[in-house]
T-cell receptor, first 114, second 112 residues
Framework: RKEVEQDPGPFNVPEGATVAFNCTYS??????FFWYRQDCRKEPKLLMS???SGNEDGRFTAQLNRASQYISLLIRDSKLSDSATYLC???????????????FGTGTRLLVSP | DGGITQSPKYLFRKEGQNVTLSCEQN?????MYWYRQDPGQGLRLIYY???????QKGDIAEGYSVSREKKESFPLTVTSAQKNPTAFYLC???????????FGPGTRLTVL
């Protein structure tokens, strides 16, 4: 089982639609969770951290369900500019040194059309 | 402007050559990281450094080397021992290990 799993998509939605992505993680000891956005052939950019109580930033809402070990991202009123790949990222893979690394999902591709 | 810079943006290398990828940050971050990204795969950790003059191997360190002589700089050398070096290389930094990471624009390396 992969440490972080995402549906690769693509999710094709019209402008103005609401779309949701889920991501599951295998390490129950994971402590921090993030959503990053990556445009084609560009670097990942932090979209938002995910807090236990859930959090919202404008049109974006992130939720964490520790019992079921999944996190979600909801995008309301989709814009053309939201077209990108969304990476689910979990802090919790522990190296031999005790260092905790970020574990990246392979991403979910979103295409918003006019 | 504060941020992370990587150079070059594109790099072509012949088999058997070593190349060095530059990564500089002026965010005053202690921790720095190198990842590679291949199509259809998540980012994989090559090396990390939690503090200047210290660095550790990540999951796929074979064929790579790094140095961390200055807080702002974390160059990566791709050696001829790396069997499949063609990839998108991303450098990142964070205040400390447990914080969110910020990425440079990446270097796309192609071995001819």
């Amino acid at each position: 089982r992969k440490e972080v799993e995402q549906d690769p998509g693509p999710f094709n939605v019209p402008e103005g639609a609401t779309v949701a992505f889920n991501c599951t993680y295998s390490n129950s000891a994971s402590q921090s969770f993030f959503w990053y956005r990556q445009d084609c052939r560009k670097e990942p950019k932090l979209l938002m951290s995910v807090y236990s109580s859930g959090n919202e930033d404008g049109r974006f809402t992130a939720q964490l369900n520790r019992a079921s070990q999944y996190i979600s991202l909801l995008i309301r009123d989709s814009k053309l500019s939201d077209s990108a790949t969304y990476l689910c990222v979990v802090l919790g893979g522990t190296m031999n040194t005790g260092f905790q690394k970020l574990v990246f999902g392979t991403g979910t591709r979103l295409l918003v059309s006019p | 402007d504060g941020g992370i810079t990587q150079s070059p943006k594109y790099l072509f290398r012949k088999e058997g050559q070593n190349v060095t990828l530059s990564c500089e940050q002026n965010l005053n971050h202690d921790a720095m990281y190198w990842y590679r990204q291949d199509p259809g795969q998540g980012l994989r950790l090559i090396y990390y450094s939690q503090i200047v003059n210290d660095f550790q191997k990540g999951d796929i360190a074979e064929g790579y080397s790094v140095s961390r002589e200055k807080k702002e700089s974390f160059p990566l050398t791709v050696t001829s021992a790396q069997k499949n070096p063609t990839a998108f290389y991303l450098c990142a930094s964070s205040i400390q290990n447990y914080n969110e990471q910020f990425f440079g624009p990446g270097t796309r390396l192609t071995v001819l």
